[in-house]
């Protein structure tokens, strides 16, 4: 069965420092993996996504992940954080059949000024 | 429009109560779902609905009833809930279901805040 691990459950980190979190994932044929963010008491929102091709994808919010099938990793990374990106990050792989989204624990970010 | 909707935002009801939870979206997809959120927890799956045809039920208590009237809407009808079912109930719509459509790429709502008193 798929499945996904998000190793930090909390991340602090200075505004204007740089951010990678974590995202590991288990599934024998090819991912569909995506990072969606959380603020809270709200819905989620896709901040990236990655099908096939380019293992470097880029999203909104000055956010990017890179794919590496060596590792089965899928870790989220941002330049410079910024005060507003504190929320809760969920990595996701779509199961097998497709209907279903397999999230991770979630890392919740926190940005110190 | 990019937007999944959903009402009430917030929703307080007794255990003997009947309510309901709504969700349309006008992006043309033809997949929606339910989802149920407890806090610091990732959303687990309730429902799918696949063509206005239910796809899934993730083994979901029958006191939640979903129903898609049309391929815009989705409902959740509450009966008789507990106070456990105390969430933040989340719909997502995405193109369609299925590896090779995408399933993945969903839209979620804002959600409803639910408390069972």
């Known amino acids: 069965a798929q499945s996904v691990t998000q190793p930090d459950i909390h991340i602090t980190v200075s505004e204007g420092a740089s951010l990678e979190l974590r995202c590991n994932y288990s599934?024998?044929?090819?991912?569909?993996l995506f990072w969606y963010v959380q603020s809270p008491g709200q819905g989620l929102q896709l901040l990236l996504k990655y099908f096939s091709g380019d293992t470097l994808v880029q999203g909104i919010k000055g956010f990017e992940a890179e794919f590496k099938r060596s590792q089965s990793s899928f870790n989220l990374r941002k330049p410079s954080v910024h005060w507003s990106d504190a929320a809760e990050y969920f990595c996701a792989v779509v199961g097998a059949d497709g209907n279903k989204l397999v999230f991770g624990a979630g890392t919740i970010l926190r940005v110190k000024s | 429009d990019t937007e999944v909707t959903q009402t009430p935002k917030h929703l307080v009801m007794g255990m003997t109560n009947k309510k309901s939870l709504k969700c349309e979206q006008h992006m043309g997809h033809r997949a929606m779902y339910w989802y149920k959120q407890k806090a610091k927890k990732p959303p687990e799956l309730m429902f799918v609905y696949s063509y206005e045809k239910l796809s899934i039920n993730e083994s979901v208590p029958s006191r939640f009833s979903p129903e898609c009237p049309n391929s815009s809407l989705l409902n959740l009808h509450l009966h008789a809930l507990q106070p456990e079912d105390s969430a933040l109930y989340l719909c997502?719509?995405?193109?369609?279901?299925?590896?090779?459509?995408?399933?993945?790429?969903?839209?979620f709502g804002p959600g409803t805040r639910l408390t069972v008193l």
């Open positions: 599934y024998g044929a090819t991912p569909y």
């Open positions: 997502a719509s995405s193109q369609q279901t299925g590896r090779n459509s995408k399933g993945g790429e969903q839209f």
